[in-house]
Structure formats: C-alpha cells, structure tokens
C-alpha cells in the first residue's frame, strides 16, 4: 500500500480578512489549517465596517492608489500587484457576490452588505477543510514552542508546523483588535512600532477655552453632532493636503471622512510640535479675491451675520464656527475675515483614543520580515494585515491592503514549508 499523506498542520490566529485570506490561500495549497480566533465568531470589525455600506476597494488607476500607503507604498505596492483592486473584485464575485463602483469611485457590493459576503466565504472556507477554534484567546508560546490558547476549558496547546498571525492593531479592543499580542512578539525580540490611532477624530482647542481642550458650552451644546457639508479642509504647513469633502463637529473636536484622510500628518505633526493647525476653507466654491470683494461690500443696517449669509452663504455651523475660531478683532476687519472664511485655522491638540481609531498604525515593521511576510526572528511564524506597520485612509484601501497581506503571507507559508 501507498504511504498515507499527512498535510501540514498550520495555525491561522485571527479571524479577520488578513487571516481568512490567509486560510483560503493555505487550504487551497493543501495544508490542514486550524484558525483560532479570541472572539465567540469571526470577522466582527469586518462586519461593523460593512454596517453602514461595505466599502470593499476603490476604482482609481493602480498608481494612485498604491500612492494612498504612504510612506509604505514600496512595500505594500508588491502585494497589490498580486492581488489589488481588479483581483480583490474578481475574487469577490466568484464568491457570488456582485460588484457596483460608487459616483465616488469606491466599490460596493451589490447588496451594500457584508455579512453575504462573509457568508460566502466561510462556506467556502469550511468546504476548503479550514477548521474553526472560536473563543480561543492566544497567550504566546509555551516552553515546547507550541502555541498556548486560553479557552473556556481551560489552556489548549497546539503544535502547528507554521503559524500566521493575523490579529489585527489596537483600535476596537471590544472586537477583538486590542493589541495585546504586543508584548507576547517582544518577549521574543521582535521590535514592534508603538500602535498608534489612525483614521480618527482630534481634539480641538478653541480660542475661546484656551488653553484648556475642547470647545466652548456655547459652541457644543448646540453644534456637537451637525456635519460640515461642502468644505475644504488641509494641514497648515503641508501645502497640497487641502481637498474637498466633509466632516462632523464632535463633543470635543472634529472628525470624519477629511479628517480622516489627513490623520496621519496631523498625529506626526501634534508629536513633533505638540499641535497641529487644521485650515478648513468654508467657501470652497469661491476663490478669495471673490470673497474679499463679498465681505467688503457695504452691509448697511444689517448684521454681520446677514450680511455673510447672503453675499458668501455663510450661515449656521459654518458662522458659529467663525464666532468659535476667530477673536473680536478679526471679525470685525473685512480683509483678514476673509482669508479666515478661506482658511480658518483650527488648533488641533490631541487624536482621540486609540480604540475608537477607525484603524491604527504601529506593529511589527516590514523590517522585520522576509518577502514571505515570515518574522525574520521567528522562523515559521508569519505576520499579515493590520497588525503590520503600515496605514491608509479609508476607502477600500484598508482592507484591500489587509487581504493582500493574508494572500501572501499563506504564500510565505507554503514556500517555507515546501523549502524546509
């Protein structure tokens, strides 16, 4: 008789897109994988993020968008090149799930869900033979380099020929991504970047409060909440980051999709200086020698509220936040009122915590890893998605980038395994 063949057991911890990815790429080179995840069910952040409309990609040509990663689009760039936006839909449909790209170049699924799409893909998974370990919470390695999982039972350990860790940054701990595999990693000499909130809110500090954070009773009682519609916003200082779009007014400072977008060099910029200032351009339809004239114009009897609504449509959040940013004595002379409604500057002192982050940046950095996305330190132990060091702005970048990592660190495994 033939000899029996035995697949490598290999060991997926997290069950986020990075992980599933990683389990669909390992199961279909003909490895037994066992995904363990701390949570009672898999890909919780990928549903909540898909609650309100899942944002799976974007449409932009390739070399745009390898350019939203930043500092790390050298390295990320390799990995979109073998799986990005084109395979990522290509992938998704064959799992039934339709396509659609949005008026803003994001693409959706047909249903705006994720849930059928995650549906799909743990059928095809469990299909595959990928095997499931629910609230099993990784502590580190034991004595004998197995890995130790801490469950209802009790300590389970599990010897696996290989290992991919996918257990995402540190913002939404109640999801699961809290990060604290941090100290596990440097326990064992691997450098690890401080995480650090990316995607998030900042807090303000208003002229009217200063130096205290914040903004006035005034200004939030009655416009914590309202969004900022049709404006422009940039970092002073960083000529080029200003550009359209919204944001929401929070208890104590700022968020949204600009902010967002801007958020890392506003945190680099609040770490080396100690704030930051925020230009938001109220008028962005109007250039400044346009609104000059408006503001100057003769106002008679009427208020300078009036007479703003009606000459440069400024009104509601967008005079009150005037009032809030600028002194008396700015208001009152036309000129330097103006540029303000063009460029007001909002101090910036602090991002919000790293758990309401829509995503972090920190983890361990490339530097650290061969091609195979394998832990130079920790021969056999693979590392993929967010708790990589590298960060994006929403729009589909995120997870794109995440799946890509899960590809091709199950690529990593099997040219280990197949090597050794």
Known sequence: MPPSFSPSRVA??????????????????????????????VGRKFLLAGKGGLNITHAEPLDAFQGRYGSRRGVIAPLLDDFGPTALRAWTEALGVRTFVGTSGRVFPEEMKAAPLLRA???????????????????????????????????????????????????????????????LLQARGVAVAALEPANCGFIASSPRVAPAPGWSEH??????????KSVAMGLAGAPGTMRPGEAMISDDGIEGGLVYALSAPIRECIKAEGCATL??????????????????HPRGAR??????????????????????????????????????????????????????????????????????????????????????????????????????????????????????
């Open 279 to 296: 230009l938001i351009d109220l008028a962005p339809g109007r250039p400044l020698e346009r609104v000059r004239r408006e503001v100057a």
């Open 121 to 183: 893909w743990l059928t095809r998974l469990r299909e595959a033979g990928v095997r499931f370990h629910v609230r099993h919470r990784w502590c580190g390695w034991a004595d004998d380099g197995q890995l130790r999982f801490q469950t209802p039972e009790g300590e389970l350990r599990y010897r696996a020929e290989a290992t991919v860790l996918a257990l995402g940054g540190g913002s939404w701990a109640r999801l699961g991504s809290d990060g604290a595999w941090v100290p």
């Open 12 to 41: 997926v911890v997290g069950g986020g897109p990075a992980g599933l990815m990683a389990a669909e790429t390992l199961a279909r080179g003909g490895v037994q994988v066992d995904l363990f995840d701390a949570m009672p069910s």
């Open 303 to 420: 208020s300078l509220a009036s007479h703003l609504q009606s000459r440069v449509g400024i009104a509601g959040l967008r005079m009150a936040l005037l009032r809030e940013c600028l002194p008396d004595e700015v208001m009152a002379k036309p000129d330097r009122l103006a540029e303000a409604i063009k460029a007001l500057p909002l101090r910036l002192v602090a991002p919000r915590p790293l758990d309401e982050a829509i995503s972090s940046a920190g983890g361990v950095p490339f530097e650290a890893l061969d091609g195979g996305l394998m832990i130079r330190a920790l021969p056999g132990v693979f590392c993929a998605g967010e708790m990589l060091d590298w960060e994006a702005p929403t729009g589909g970048y995120l997870l794109t980038a995440c799946l890509a990592t899960g590809r091709r660190a199950g690529e990593g495994v099997l040219g280990w395994l197949a090597g050794r």
């Open 219 to 228: 200004f939030r009682s009655r416009h914590a909440g309202q969004p900022l």
